[in-house]
């Protein structure tokens, strides 16, 4: 059989793309709540408009699609990259040795939705040209990095076909690990609990219990029940929570309004408040069939707070709505103790050059391994009974 003949174009800027080519490729589901909010035109788009990426901020749009005689098939959130901010996946050590060396890390091409480490599709096709227009997406980016001499094309939280297709490839497969919570059909909060140890759920309940004597009430809020007032109270927490952790904000108050006005049935926005304000407040994605934790932030302090608003409430909300899963973000060991489990997550790689290729080729390959091994560790650590 003839294989149709695609063309690869970039783009930079998300508005010289139809919305509509670009959401039949991202999120087919048509009027279904879609799979991935974050590869969504108007997520893109927010990024955008808002200043979040683009002139300035290290992210310069580059994105790519992918088009045959019938219109277009593929595209992929593709950045030019000046720095390693804002990714979660750590190459930090690699831009270092390839400078000492005498190379140019920077600047790289990263695939991937900036600011957010949730698992999602990467390279977004239609259903029907997954094979084809996957292989000619990836070939494109690595074309595009080769063209310009860039140093290197990063794909990151990837799906884990997608990974290996990628390594059919010849792409570098890195691995690493974060912590979501599975919902087993459960009928509420206690049923979840009663999967763990006696010990593990008194010590929740206990969490649950002193994070309620904050002193006020606890409120989910979605869709029209989201005012601008609270968003304006939630920068306060980002801010805070951007300034300790990142240096900055990645985000610009405008893309809250952005999310306001396009994405607020998309989003679940928990409260702590209290006299009528809110003290402390966490933010939520709703995919089809998982709630992305993304950001916390307070004004004051409370014990148990931030795992109430963060963990448990993000589980009250699934069991509710029938969700299958709670990816809560990067890092934190904390979560194995409160019933999310070590999973692993995926990245893809391409190396211009042929020795630091093989060097970084085999780094992944070791840490790889030790990754592995600290799933394995961890889960046998983990709060669930025995057997």
């Known amino acids: ?116 480490p949730a698992t999602g599709r990467r390279f977004l096709v239609k259903p029907g040209a997954e094979a084809e227009a996957t292989a000619a997406l990836v070939q494109g980016g690595v074309q595009v990095a080769a063209d310009n001499e860039i140093s290197s094309l990063n794909v990151t939280f990837c799906t884990e076909a997608e990974a290996i297709a990628g390594k059919a490839m010849g792409l570098i497969h890195r691995t690493h690990s974060q912590y979501h919570w599975f919902n087993d059909d459960f009928t509420d909060f206690d049923a979840f609990l009663e999967t763990l140890s006696s010990r593990k759920r008194k010590a929740i309940r206990k969490d649950r219990r002193t994070a309620q004597e904050f002193g006020g009430e606890i409120v989910a809020l979605t869709g029209d029940a989201l005012k601008p007032e609270h968003w304006d109270a939630f ?36 409260f702590a408040m209290r006299g009528g304000h809110p003290v402390a407040g966490a933010l939520n994605f709703i995919g089809r069939d998982v709630l992305y934790g993304r950001y916390w932030g307070c004004t004051e302090h409370h014990p148990s707070l931030h795992f109430e608003l963060c963990y448990y409430q993000a589980i009250d909300y699934a069991i509710a709505h029938g969700l299958g899963r709670v990816e809560a973000g990067a890092q934190g060991d904390h979560k194995l103790a409160r019933g999310y489990r070590p999973v692993t997550t995926h990245s893809l790689h391409w190396i211009g050059d042929p020795g630091f290729r093989r060097a970084v080729a085999e780094f992944c390959e ?14 046998s650590m983990g709060p669930f009974k025995r057997g």
């Open 1 to 116: 059989m003839d294989q149709r003949a695609i063309e690869i174009r970039t783009h930079d800027s998300i508005d010289a793309i139809d919305p509509a080519d670009w959401d039949a490729c991202a999120c087919p589901e048509g009027s279904l709540r879609p799979d991935d909010p974050f590869t969504t035109h108007r997520f893109l788009a927010a990024l955008e408009r808002s200043g979040s990426v683009g002139p300035g901020t290290g992210w310069q749009p580059l994105y790519l699609t992918a088009h045959d005689e019938a219109g277009m098939i593929g595209a992929a959130p593709m950045y030019a990259k000046s720095h390693s901010q804002g990714e979660y996946v750590f190459d930090h050590s690699w831009a270092h040795a390839y400078e000492r060396a005498g190379g140019r890390y920077y600047p790289k091409l990263q695939v991937a939705v900036p600011f957010t």
């Open 235 to 270: 920068w306060v927490f980002y801010q805070d929570t951007g300034m300790r952790k990142w240096g900055s904000p990645y985000l610009t108050r405008a893309f809250f309004d952005d999310v306001q006005a396009t994405m607020r049935d998309d989003v679940l926005l928990v």
């Open 366 to 379: 070791q840490e790889a391994r030790a990754v592995d091994e600290d799933i394995e560790i961890l889960t």
